[in-house]
């Protein structure tokens, strides 16, 4: 039931807090963080940490998108939405959907699929590199040599893909919205 009037100086406190935390957190766990953290720790390492962070990022992510929604559609009814807010509470469904993929599937079998190519490259002896595309040349031995292997590394690659753009959507979508809130802003 959408509420009348405009939203009172908590709410708008609370969709600001959450839609910032949340592109803030995007921005620094798909730009910043993987990146330090690949050129720093083993391979093995790199995906262990990443799999043990991933759920709590994109659930996040999708628990704050919902909340931005449900707050942006409980003071914005459909029937009175002019373009730009048509624009923001799309961004906010679209995240919402994406997230949820990511959340519930697309990043959960990612890990599941990781594991087990790591089981493969541990019986070869491979995975405590430090550094993103060194030595190269024995995975893709291994893939040749591997039926398996090369199965799972081709399944990681689509869902890793569809996970990122999953991501990046979200990114897109929350910068969306903070375009527009920054350019509703009464004052600076």
């Not at 009348?4 to 798909?30: F, N, R, Y």
């Not at 990146?35 to 709590?56: A, E």
């Not at 923001?88 to 697309?106: D, G, K, P, R, Y």
């Not at 990612?110 to 030595?135: A, D, P, R, V, Y």
């Amino acid at each position: 039931m959408p509420t009348e009037g405009d939203p009172t100086s908590l709410v708008k406190t609370a969709h600001l807090i959450l839609l910032s935390t949340s592109w803030g957190m995007q921005i620094w766990v798909s730009f910043i963080s993987g990146f330090v953290l690949i050129n720093s720790v083993s391979r093995h390492t790199f995906g262990l940490v990443q799999s043990s962070l991933f759920p709590y990022y994109l659930y996040s992510v999708l628990g704050g998108s919902f909340l931005n929604l449900a707050l942006y559609a409980l003071y914005h009814p459909h029937e009175l939405l002019n373009n730009d807010e048509t624009v923001q509470i799309t961004s906010f469904f679209v995240c919402v959907i994406f997230s949820a993929l990511n959340a519930q599937w697309f990043g959960h079998t990612t890990s599941e699929i990781m594991f087990k190519m790591h089981e493969i490259e541990k019986e070869h002896h491979l995975g405590q590199e430090i550094g993103f595309g060194t030595n190269r040349e024995p995975y893709k031995r291994l893939k040749k040599k591997d039926p398996k292997y090369m199965r799972l590394s081709r399944r990681f690659v689509k869902y890793h893909v569809l996970s990122m753009v999953c991501n990046l959507i979200c990114v897109l979508c929350n910068g969306i919205n903070l375009f527009y809130t920054a350019t509703n802003l009464k004052t600076f």
